[in-house]
């Protein structure tokens, strides 16, 4: 079993939706989260980043957390076709500065269709 | 926003040459790191530094080697290139606590 889990889809969604992008995990040590944005051809942007359960809201994007059920989302409202991408999860055991691997999931691919 | 350079964009070369990968950040981030990354696989990571003069390995094996001799510059080096090696590299950053930021990647193609 993977570490982190992340449906590949692709996912295609009418303009306007609300989008939920899924992952869940296997190690309980996992307390730092990221979702990262990779636009075709370009890197990963880092869009959200938040720490042990609960939620964090950043204009259209939510991130929530859930460490009981080793499970995290990202919700995107009023969907645009420029947020077409793939949106990769990330998590790490901590944060500090001795040691801080990020396990990746596969990235989930969304096109937002006009 | 993180400013993080990666050179070539794109390089398409024959088997057996030497392969350097250019990755610079402006921002005086100490820790610095190589990805590879595959169509619809997750990032592996392949080098990581905390430091001028520190590097060690990922937890993907890797032919390639890293330096770290300056704190801006993290160059990636392949002797000798094989198919096999064909992927995209993406460089990452970060300083202190603060979460990775990525380059734009190198997509190597090995004929």
């Known amino acids: 079993q993977k570490e982190v889990e992340q449906d590949p889809g692709p996912l295609s969604v009418p303009e306007g939706a609300i989008v939920s992008l899924n992952c869940t995990y296997s190690?309980?040590?996992?307390?730092?989260f990221m979702w990262y944005r990779q636009y075709s051809r370009k890197g990963p942007e880092l869009l959200m980043y938040t720490y042990s359960s609960g939620n964090k809201e950043d204009g259209r994007f939510t991130a929530q957390v859930d460490k009981s059920s080793k499970y995290i989302s990202l919700f995107i409202r009023d969907s645009q076709p420029s947020d077409s991408a793939t949106y990769l999860c990330a998590m790490s055991a901590n944060s500090g500065a001795g040691s801080y691997q990020l396990t990746f999931g596969k990235g989930t691919k969304l096109s937002v269709i006009p | 926003e993180a400013d993080i350079y990666q050179t070539p964009r794109y390089l398409v070369i024959g088997t057996g040459k030497k392969i350097t990968l250019e990755c610079s950040q402006t921002?005086?981030?100490?820790?610095m790191y190589w990805y590879q990354q595959d169509p619809g696989m997750e990032l592996h990571l392949i080098h990581y530094?905390?430091?001028?003069?520190?590097?060690e390995k990922g937890d993907l094996s890797s032919e390639s080697t890293v330096s770290r001799i300056r704190t801006e510059h993290f160059p990636l080096t392949l002797e000798s290139a094989r198919p096999s090696h064909t992927s995209q590299y993406l460089c990452?950053?970060?300083?202190?606590?603060?979460?990775?930021?990525f380059g734009d990647g190198t997509r190597l193609s090995i004929l």
């Open positions: 530094s905390y430091g001028v003069n520190s590097t």
């Open positions: 190690n309980s040590a996992f307390q730092y």
């Open positions: 921002m005086g981030h100490d820790k």
């Open positions: 990452a950053s970060r300083q202190g606590y603060q979460p990775q930021h």
